[in-house]
């Protein structure tokens, strides 16, 4: 079983930018993929970015060439760095991950307000 603790978010003005960190513990070996999620109030849950344990990124035709995922392996952490924000990244973030047999875990969820 894997634990996900996210942090880094908060309030930013457009244009600014935010760094997101996920730790993971527990049997972490176990984990293929992690991703970012985001769920703004009336809307579905969106993946704003994955990587697997390779370094293979997917992003969200929205976020392409503002945000960037990495992860280190060394620390079990995953990051997501969001630039040039805009009022509409505005959601709930939140960490995923799947093992090898496509068991989800995720983490609690960390708020982004961009706003000025």
């Known amino acids: 079983q894997v634990q996900l603790v996210e942090s880094g978010g908060g309030l930013v003005q457009p244009g600014g930018s935010l760094r997101l960190s996920c730790a993971a513990s527990g049997s972490t070996i176990s984990i293929y993929v992690v991703g970012w999620y985001r769920q703004a109030p009336g809307k579905q849950r969106e993946l704003v970015a994955s990587?697997?344990?390779?370094?293979?990124?997917n992003y969200a035709d929205s976020v392409k060439g503002r945000f960037t995922i990495f992860r280190d392996n060394a620390k079990d952490t995953m990051y997501l760095q969001m630039n040039s924000l805009k009022p509409e990244d505005t959601a709930v973030y939140l960490c995923?991950?799947?093992?090898?047999?496509?068991?989800?875990?995720w983490g609690q969820g960390t708020q982004v307000t961009v706003s000025s």
């Open positions: 990587i697997t344990r390779f370094g293979r990124t």
């Open positions: 995923e991950a799947q093992d090898y047999n496509s068991v989800s875990s």
